[in-house]
């Protein structure tokens, strides 16, 4: 069983979960929660629900249970814990006929298309906070996102309806709406570790020093991956949505809708445009390759392959094969996930 831990989300839950009292400064404006916990019962209510969304990250492909903690919280906002056992009841508020739902709410002001994630999650709406706690969790259980589009978003929402124990629902936090989206495994921000990259005014007729032919390196703007299915990702730059830059780091115009597929079985790469360069495909890389045999990952250096250990790419590509010939061949390691 996977399980999936947000820090901005934990961080914030926890900020809320487990400082006590709620007499700060939000609450004395009434901002959030039970107005006057001293002259009315004590209230329960999402601490996460300040946020219109909260969005969360699940692997794609992936048939093993991936589990959603801490973002389903329900605190006691009495400034104190529960004496006895507290139960709280929750229905699901995503989606409905008439379009009120969170999600249709949410859509309906931001212009968004977040799907009802329905049939590919389960949770339960109950929740027993136990005497002597101040709230609990409840997990979101996603079985598989085989099925689920790396496209699209998914929508939950959820709403406080009971509790007992003497509490009542805090209006304005009984409310909760979570955004799943899924990632592969290639997703995230990759540096340029070295490469090269060559210009041609037609075929056999390479550019010399002409500003934009030259080495590949950490003047080169980091690469991101995005999800576009199980083993494919799109290519952008943190400069640019084209993906890659020539050699000062400026971009390189033309290039855009660029692919990779990736096969799982021997992680050869593929690379391909759905833009205005359809000749895109990939080469064997340059004859004298930039890194030397025996230093790069992969030893004497093979084009157009991922490496799992170091999560290092090695591509090689070319475009315009017949006119103004382009070939870039480029090292380009993981370095942190993707905003």
């Known amino acids: 069983m996977k399980k999936i831990l947000s820090s901005s989300l934990i961080l914030a839950t926890m900020a809320v979960?487990?400082?006590?009292?709620?007499?700060?400064?939000?609450?004395?404006?009434?901002?959030?929660?039970?107005?006057?916990?001293?002259?009315?019962p004590p209230g329960v209510g999402f601490p996460l629900a300040l946020n219109e969304k909260n969005t969360v990250g699940l692997d794609a492909g992936i048939t093993t249970n991936q589990v959603i903690n801490n973002v389903v919280w329900v605190n006691l906002e009495g400034?104190?814990?529960?004496?006895?056992?507290?139960?709280?009841?929750?229905?699901?508020?995503?989606?409905?006929?008439?379009?009120?739902?969170?999600?249709?709410?949410?859509?309906?002001?931001?212009?968004?298309?977040?799907?009802?994630?329905?049939?590919f999650y389960n949770v339960a709406l109950t929740l027993t906070i136990p005497a002597g706690a101040t709230g609990g969790n409840i997990p979101i259980n996603v079985p598989?996102?085989?099925?689920?589009?790396?496209?699209?978003?998914?929508?939950i929402g959820l709403t406080i309806t009971g509790v007992d124990g003497g509490y009542r629902i805090a209006s304005n936090l009984k409310?909760?709406?979570?955004?799943i989206t899924v990632k592969n495994k290639y997703d995230g921000v990759y540096s340029i570790q070295s490469?090269?990259?060559?210009?041609?005014?037609?075929?056999?007729?390479?550019?010399?020093?002409?500003?934009?032919t030259g080495p590949l390196g950490a003047q080169n703007p980091d690469v991101l991956l995005y999800t576009a299915g199980s083993n494919r990702v799109q290519i952008a730059n943190s400069a640019s949505a084209i993906g890659f830059t020539w050699s000062p780091?400026?971009?390189?115009?033309g290039l855009d809708a660029l692919f990779m597929d990736v096969d799982p079985a021997t992680n050869n790469t593929t690379e391909f445009s759905t833009g205005a360069n359809?000749?895109?495909?990939?080469?064997?890389?340059?004859?004298?390759?930039?890194?030397?045999?025996?230093?790069?990952?992969?030893?004497?250096?093979?084009?157009?392959?991922?490496?799992?250990?170091?999560?290092?790419?090695?591509?090689?590509?070319?475009?315009?094969?017949?006119?103004?010939?382009r070939e870039y061949d480029v090292v380009f390691k993981y370095k942190k996930p993707r905003p």
């Open 175 to 179: 409310d909760l709406l979570v955004e």
């Open 17 to 40: 979960a487990f400082t006590g009292c709620l007499k700060d400064k939000g609450f004395d404006n009434h901002t959030y929660g039970i107005n006057d916990p001293d002259l009315q």
């Open 249 to 253: 780091g400026s971009g390189v115009g």
């Open 278 to 325: 359809t000749t895109l495909g990939n080469f064997a890389g340059f004859p004298n390759p930039f890194v030397p045999p025996g230093t790069g990952p992969f030893g004497p250096p093979a084009a157009n392959k991922y490496d799992p250990a170091s999560k290092t790419f090695h591509v090689a590509f070319r475009w315009n094969p017949t006119s103004t010939l």
């Open 79 to 119: 400034g104190s814990p529960a004496k006895s056992d507290v139960h709280v009841t929750l229905v699901i508020n995503t989606h409905n006929a008439a379009l009120t739902g969170l999600m249709d709410l949410y859509n309906a002001l931001h212009g968004t298309n977040i799907l009802d994630a329905v049939g």
């Open 195 to 212: 490469g090269f990259v060559q210009r041609y005014t037609g075929p056999g007729a390479p550019v010399c020093c002409d500003g934009l």
């Open 144 to 155: 598989s996102t085989v099925a689920m589009d790396p496209n699209n978003t998914y929508g």
